[in-house]
């Protein structure tokens, strides 16, 4: 099974990009994260990060994929935000989303989970076959019937949380419990609000039934989030992996505004990226 990985993280029309994502792979298993430092509180921009790193560091040590790992990282994750907390008064408040996907490279089947409003999508055949369950205040209110996303999109309360993590509080992590089996053509979407919010799930099903790539499909998305979105709009951070069954090695384009957090780890390579000019694509 190869693996087409891309990943695009901006900064939007905001001063600082508080989101953050990245990825640790090898031959047996891999590891994407993808973390939105919560809006509102300060050291947004380092909650993220806080997060990320911690959960790929746990990961390369322990590159174990299941529902019980995914919750461990989540809980560690959590403590390495609330022991960051003490060491400044700027952070004390910080909080963040957190979406991790595992992949089992020598069963073909795939794992998630999350915390927040950062999204899971798993497209089949051109189409959304799994979408992860925002915990949000306007994701109730849908549930409830209070009105549809088109209209609820402009509440006041759209970005209000019901779980993250940095907070005193219990908080709600969604696992899935069981792993999916991969087919080939599969492709993976992990992305923050601020591109979700502006591209429907409709489009994203449409660009990625014409797109060539991971890569392709990402930057047709950002040129549907930029027609929609106001010059103030959020961070939006996105990273696809596509599921392929041959043995021929994907197109490679490296960017130079990746940052390589660690160039080995085990058997593996961690990439981090979450700049305001990341974007890049691999193959694994």
Known sequence: MRLDIASISRVGGRPVN????????????CCWVVSDGAGGHGGGDVASRTVVSNVLKLFAARPEVSAEAIAGLVHDAQQALREQQRTSA?????????????IDRARNVAIWGHVGDTRIYCFRRGHIFMKTRDHS???????????????????????????????KEAFETSVAQSPLALEDGDALLM????LWDH???????????SSGSGEDWLVAMEAELLKNADTN????????????????????????ETTVVAPALHDGETTVVGHAADATSSGA
């Open 199 to 209: 591209v429907e799930d409709a489009t994203m099903e449409a660009l990625l039934r």
């Open 233 to 256: 709009c959020d961070n939006y951070t996105a990273m696809t992996v596509w599921v392929h069954g041959g043995t021929q090695p994907p197109r490679l384009r490296q960017s130079t």
């Open 18 to 29: 508080e989101d953050a994502c990245g990825y640790w792979t090898s031959d047996q298993s």
């Open 191 to 194: 992305c923050t609000d601020g």
């Open 90 to 102: 700027h952070v004390r408040d910080m909080r963040a989303t957190v979406a991790i996907l595992m």
């Open 137 to 167: 205040v306007i994701q109730s209110m849908f549930e409830a019937g209070l009105g549809d996303f088109a209209t609820l999109r402009h509440h006041p309360y759209r970005g209000v949380l019901l779980s993250a993590l940095g907070g």
